[in-house]
């Protein structure tokens, strides 16, 4: 089965540095695949999240790769890493140790040939953490998961907790309807970036990233 996962990634994707961290190169479905056009049945994959690269993602990672001291020598987990960018900039910025984790099974693979990719080492799960004590880690990455309502307050209410248990929260994110202005008037803005040009195209026409820490 993982070997079918990874054949079928790596024969649908592309590697990209086009986005907010080009040192990075991860596997895509950008506009030169042809899957990027495909009508929905000829899609091999079910909600391929994984196989973009967020703009709330992006600038969490930017915002590691730029701020080592953000991760170095701490125990980072990625919630919903999708594509594994946030936590290969953690590993690379000298982390203790990385968890990437998703509940899909497919966006473990891809992080896991990302790392590859990336040259770097880091775990992976696919367990449903949310609701976690997270008591192996010091800092709970979360890149572009406040795109659903419903999804966002448990989240947020489950952040809040940790949070106030002493664990570091940074949330990457574009302006999602989730992360309210109550939201943020509880974080302090960390980082604003620009988003590359073919990035802002792909996204709805966000032209800008956030990061945030949960006070
Ligand atoms: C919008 S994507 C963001 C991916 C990545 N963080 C980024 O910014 O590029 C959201 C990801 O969260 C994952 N996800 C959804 N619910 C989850 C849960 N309860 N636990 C872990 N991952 C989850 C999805 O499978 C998807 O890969």
Request: charged share 25%; hydrophobic share 40%.
């Amino acid at each position: 089965m993982l070997k079918e996962i990874t054949s079928l990634i790596l024969k649908h994707t592309l590697v990209s540095r086009r986005h907010l961290t080009p040192e990075l190169a991860l596997r895509l479905i950008t506009p030169d695949c042809p899957l990027w056009r495909a009508g929905e049945g000829d899609v091999p994959f079910k909600d391929p999240f994984w196989a973009f690269y967020w703009p709330g993602g992006q600038a969490t990672a930017r915002y590691i790769l730029d701020n080592g001291e953000s991760v170095k020598n701490l125990r980072i987990l990625d919630i919903g890493c999708g594509c594994g960018a946030g936590s290969i900039a953690a590993a690379k910025m000298n982390a203790k140790q990385v968890l990437a984790n998703d509940i899909d099974k497919y966006a473990v693979t891809a992080t896991n040939i990302n790392a590859e990719l990336n040259k770097v080492n880091l775990e992976t799960n696919t367990d449903n953490l949310i609701g976690d004590d997270c008591e192996h880690f010091d800092t709970i990455l979360i890149g572009d998961m406040f795109y659903d309502e419903e999804f966002a307050n448990v989240l947020f209410k489950w952040l809040d907790r940790i949070s106030a248990n002493g664990k570091t929260v940074l949330i990457g994110d574009p302006g999602r309807h989730g992360l309210t202005e109550k939201r943020r008037s509880r974080m302090t803005l960390l980082a604003q970036y620009k988003l590359p040009s073919d990035s802002a195209m792909e996204n709805n026409g966000f032209t800008h990233s956030t990061v945030w820490k949960l006070n």
